[in-house]
C-alpha cells in the first residue's frame, strides 16, 4: 500500500524503489511513495512528501538520503523514516496510537506531533524543537532526552546527548 505523496520538487531529487534497488530516476511530483523507497536529494534538491493516513509532512532538504518506512494497518500508517544523512524538517500531526519514528546513525527519535528540525551527520545529529515534544534516544549508550520547543539536542556517535535552548543563528543556519 501506498503511505505517502511527493507534493513538491525542485532541483536534483533522486528516486529508487525498494523493488527495484538498482533503479534510480528523478523524484515526480505526485509519486506514489512504498515501505523501503529511496529519496536522494542533490545539492540543489528539495522535496516535500505528505503521508496519506494523517497529513504528516517531511521536508527533505539538499544532500539528504532517507528511507521511507512503514506499514497500513485499519487505515492507519505506522511511520518510520531512516535518515541516513542531511536535513529535514517535520510537521508531525498527532499519532493516535502509534508513534513516528525517526532513525539516524547516531539516534532514534520517537514523536508523537510536533515540528521540528533535525539535521544528522556522521558524527552527531541536531534537533531543534519548533513545536510539542520529542523523545530521543542517543543509539550508543540508550540513553534519552526530551526535546522541546526552542531546544536543540545533540545527540553524537560516541554516546553524548546534550540540550540547550535553540540560537536563532542555528534556525538561521538551517
Known amino acids: 500500500s501506498s503511505l505517502a505523496l511527493v507534493l513538491k520538487k525542485k532541483g536534483d531529487v533522486n528516486y529508487s524503489p525498494f523493488s527495484a534497488k538498482d533503479s534510480i530516476t528523478q523524484l515526480v511530483i505526485s509519486k506514489s511513495l512504498f515501505n523501503q523507497d529511496l529519496i536522494q536529494t542533490g545539492k540543489d534538491g528539495f522535496t516535500k512528501v505528505v503521508y496519506l493516513d494523517d497529513g504528516s509532512a517531511i521536508k527533505v532538504h539538499r544532500n539528504s538520503e532517507v528511507y521511507i518506512q512503514?506499514?497500513?494497518?485499519?487505515?492507519?500508517i505506522s511511520k518510520q523514516i531512516n535518515l541516513a544523512f542531511g536535513k529535514m524538517k517535520l510537521d508531525v500531526n498527532p499519532q493516535r496510537n502509534e508513534s513516528f519514528i525517526?532513525?539516524?546513525?547516531?539516534?532514534?527519535?520517537?514523536?508523537?506531533?510536533?515540528?521540528?528540525?533535525?539535521?544528522?551527520?556522521?558524527?552527531?545529529?541536531l534537533f531543534l524543537g519548533l513545536e510539542g515534544q520529542v523523545e530521543i534516544t542517543n543509539s550508543e549508550t540508550g540513553s534519552s532526552i526530551?526535546?522541546?520547543?526552542?531546544?536543540?539536542?545533540?545527540?553524537?556517535?560516541?554516546?553524548?546527548?546534550?540540550?540547550?535552548?535553540?540560537?536563532p543563528l542555528e534556525l538561521q543556519a538551517l
Open 70 to 76: 512503514g506499514s497500513v494497518k485499519n487505515r492507519k
Open 102 to 125: 525517526i532513525s539516524t546513525p547516531n539516534s532514534v527519535a520517537t514523536v508523537k506531533g510536533t515540528r521540528f528540525w533535525l539535521e544528522s551527520t556522521p558524527k552527531f545529529d
Open 146 to 167: 526530551v526535546l522541546d520547543e526552542n531546544f536543540t539536542v545533540s545527540s553524537s556517535n560516541d554516546g553524548g546527548l546534550t540540550i540547550a535552548p535553540t540560537l
